[in-house]
């Protein structure tokens, strides 16, 4: 039932009406029309960011707007399908003019560098609450998905890793780091970028493939109990993924910068696997994406991650706890 004030449509069409192109109808009636192209399938997933969980309150509101369209699109990336179109729906305290402002600002930045156009959505009062539905396409047959590591392929991470959890800390209090190493990792924190162009390339190459939201070793399970496979890890490869090791490399040690790669969380990198005979196709998918790829271990027949130092050796005395929101 439509509010009682006229608030709430004035709302939808200052900030979040413009008008779409590539749909054939957008926001204004019950429900959106979207019109995949003929032989693709559609690729659809939601993410919630909340208050306090997902995000601190004293967050830049486009940095936000941001955030929560990437950590979709992400989704998309994963799946190596193409963005079309997304929901937006939204629980706000308070009819802020500038922060809706600034948060429009930034969703819609993302959304028109990835030509993915805001086709309807919901408004409510509430504690701040922000759900988007993505929808993408990818032909008929080709998405990649978690099922399909098989024994003997190679496993790659995609950018880097770890430097979102660091800034947390950092705002958290547990940890202290220069401050040129605490703005680059807040813009990993606050501003990831979704693999969008290297999981498109990805398609026919990679075997299979899945985003990093809770922490690398928790988020490579999946793809091992969805392929039915085991893999083995090297911790300390993907430790080198970490940015902010670069800058400071003495700020932590080893086990440090194992923890922040393989149990930091909010990455939106891609770990996918590909066949070795595919290796120079993965290194030409990254170049041609922007993207850096980097081997971080190896599927094979015997369920569970057997996670490894530099050197082959076992690692039993680390715990790489991923983000559990039950947990
Ligand atoms: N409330 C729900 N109802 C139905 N399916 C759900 C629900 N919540 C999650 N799922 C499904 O469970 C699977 C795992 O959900 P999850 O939110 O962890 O997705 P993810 O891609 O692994 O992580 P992220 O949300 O960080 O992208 C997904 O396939 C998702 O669609
Ligand atoms: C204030 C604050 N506290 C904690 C975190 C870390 N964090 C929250 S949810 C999540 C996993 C992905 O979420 P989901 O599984 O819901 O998609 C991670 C790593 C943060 N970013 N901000
Ligand atoms: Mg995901």
Known sequence: ????????????????????????????????????????????????????????????????????????????????????????????????????????????????????????????????????????????????????????????????LGDARLALEVFRGTAQVPSEVFAAARARMEGPTPRVALGLALRGVASSAIDLSDGLAGDLGHVLKASGVGATLDADAAAQCVAARAQQPALLDAAGWRQLALAGGDDYELAFTAPPAAHEAVLAAAQASGTAATRIGRIEAEPGLRIVDGRGQAIANERFASFDHFG
């Open 1 to 160: 039932m439509a509010s009682s004030s006229s608030g709430e449509f004035d709302l939808i069409a200052r900030y979040f009406s413009r008008p779409v192109r590539r749909s054939p109808l957008g926001g204004g009636d019950d429900c959106a029309l979207l019109a995949p192209a003929a032989g693709m399938q559609l690729a659809v997933s939601s993410d919630m960011l909340v208050e306090g969980r997902h995000f601190l309150s004293t967050v830049d509101p486009a940095s936000l707007g941001h955030k929560a369209l990437a950590v979709n699109l992400s989704d998309l990336a994963a799946c190596g399908a193409k963005p079309l179109a997304f929901t937006l729906a939204l629980a706000l305290p308070a009819m802020d003019g500038d922060w809706l402002q600034r948060f429009s600002q930034g969703l819609y930045a993302l959304a028109d560098a990835h030509g993915c156009e805001l086709v309807g959505g919901d408004t409510t009062r509430g504690p701040l609450n922000i759900c988007i539905t993505v929808f993408g396409e990818v032909p008929a047959g080709q998405a990649l998905l978690r099922s399909g590591a098989r024994a003997g392929d190679e496993l790659w991470v995609s950018g880097t």
